[in-house]
């Protein structure tokens, strides 16, 4: 296994917390397998094998896919793809072949050799995280048929809400924000019922950042107000600020979304900025979204000491709800995958934010979100 594969095992609170999303390249040329690795390693942890028997024997856990090289052989009776299906691991991961692929005739042409998709290099990372990301976010999406009714409608009933928003806010059409309450409604009956970690299980392995970090947070968010007591219009508005917080990243410049390096001060502005001034504009326009909704999306990035954007606000000027709505973002963005960073553990993530933000965030909330962190955990 190569150094690509970085990240340590999850477990415990990550399991609740932290979207894991891995890779498994199988090509008798490492430098095949290197190059591979360099164009996912943005939104995968990948491990790489010579061959099939080596990655049966490695790999304990499902990863979201497996890339398998054309000139990975297998014998005459367990060609490759055949022996993967067969694994318990592997049995319904996606698996791509790349390279160049012959039409398969004969036995190779038997259901359980075919692969589920290929490729042929070379190929761009945008293009392959994509193939990836699509197949394995069926499989995620399969398996929630599994759970109780009521974190299977929290999953799909926003699933179903962002795959239709994209084009209505690039395009600037409008949302009826309806739609955003009636997603919120299971989720906030699956917090009330203590089920939370079945929404938190179905996103772990799912592949669209945008919306796994949205309903995370959306998530929280009605967890944190029903520990403390909110009322019933609190806890809505919290649930529907945390899915919406973000709506402004469909306008996300493309050259900036993997890039691995840190921003400047112009992209800074851009990416951050611009995000939050694109989705407050967007619910002020073109929806009837309530205004504490759009108060606390406007706010989730405003900081205590006054350093944070887009308005600079200090202490008191920053609504209540959107200062949890912070504390909450911070957690969810350390704790997830980005194409710059590995996720952090939840309890290093706290550390953080007690230590060096302290001046950043409301730090008695922070404490009350730490003991509901470890104790849902």
């Known amino acids: 296994m190569s150094a690509h594969a970085s990240v340590g095992p999850l477990g415990g609170a990550d399991a609740y917390f932290s979207p894991g999303r891995t890779l498994v390249v199988i090509d008798p040329s490492p430098r095949q397998r290197d190059d591979l690795a360099k164009l996912a390693i943005s939104a995968f942890r990948v491990s790489d094998f010579p061959d099939v028997e080596s990655a049966v024997a490695r790999v304990t856990k499902a990863p979201s896919a497996i890339l398998v090289g054309a000139g990975v052989t297998g014998d005459a009776r367990t060609p490759p793809i055949k022996r993967l299906r067969k694994h318990p691991s592997f049995g319904r991961t996606p698996i791509i072949r790349f390279g160049a692929s012959p039409a398969a005739s004969g036995p190779a042409a038997l259901a359980d050799q075919v692969p589920d998709a290929e490729i042929r290099l070379p190929v761009s990372s945008p293009e392959l995280i994509r193939l990836i990301s699509t197949l394995a976010n069926k499989t995620v999406e399969e398996d929630w048929a599994k759970l109780p009714d009521g974190p299977r409608a929290a999953l799909g009933?926003?699933?179903?809400?962002?795959?239709?928003?994209?084009?209505?806010?690039?395009?600037?059409?409008?949302?009826?924000?309806?739609?955003?309450?009636?997603?919120?409604?299971?989720?906030?009956?699956?917090?009330?019922?203590?089920?939370?970690?079945?929404?938190?299980?179905?996103?772990?392995?799912?592949?669209?950042?945008?919306?796994?970090?949205?309903?995370?947070?959306?998530?929280?968010?009605?967890?944190?107000?029903?520990?403390?007591?909110?009322?019933?219009?609190?806890?809505?508005?919290?649930?529907?600020?945390?899915?919406?917080?973000?709506?402004?990243?469909?306008?996300?410049?493309?050259?900036?979304?993997?890039?691995?390096?840190?921003?400047?001060?112009?992209?800074?502005?851009?990416?951050?900025?611009?995000?939050?001034?694109?989705?407050?504009?967007?619910?002020?326009?073109?929806?009837?979204?309530?205004?504490?909704?759009?108060?606390?999306?406007?706010?989730?990035?405003?900081?205590?000491?006054?350093?944070?954007?887009?308005?600079?606000?200090?202490?008191?000027?920053?609504?209540?709800?959107?200062?949890?709505?912070?504390?909450?973002?911070?957690?969810?963005?350390?704790?997830?995958?980005?194409?710059?960073?590995?996720?952090?553990?939840?309890?290093?993530?706290?550390?953080?934010?007690?230590?060096?933000?302290?001046?950043?965030?409301?730090?008695?909330?922070?404490?009350?979100?730490?003991?509901?962190?470890?104790?849902?955990?």
């Open 157 to 377: 009933q926003t699933l179903s809400l962002f795959n239709g928003v994209t084009d209505l806010v690039g395009q600037g059409k409008p949302i009826e924000f309806k739609t955003v309450s009636d997603a919120c409604s299971p989720v906030l009956d699956t917090v009330r019922q203590s089920g939370h970690a079945y929404i938190f299980e179905g996103l772990r392995n799912h592949n669209d950042i945008w919306y796994v970090h949205s309903l995370r947070v959306a998530t929280l968010l009605a967890l944190f107000g029903h520990r403390i007591g909110l009322d019933e219009g609190s806890l809505m508005t919290l649930a529907e600020a945390g899915l919406v917080h973000d709506f402004g990243k469909t306008a996300y410049p493309p050259h900036l979304s993997g890039k691995m390096g840190a921003l400047s001060p112009e992209e800074r502005a851009a990416a951050h900025d611009g995000h939050v001034h694109d989705t407050v504009k967007y619910l002020r326009q073109h929806t009837d979204a309530p205004r504490a909704v759009i108060l606390v999306a406007e706010q989730h990035h405003e900081r205590l000491d006054g350093s944070g954007y887009p308005n600079r606000l200090k202490n008191g000027e920053i609504n209540d709800l959107a200062r949890m709505a912070a504390i909450v973002d911070v957690f969810s963005a350390l704790t997830e995958r980005r194409p710059y960073r590995a996720a952090m553990a939840p309890a290093q993530a706290l550390e953080v934010m007690q230590e060096l933000m302290r001046d950043k965030l409301d730090l008695q909330m922070v404490r009350i979100f730490r003991n509901l962190v470890v104790e849902t955990a």
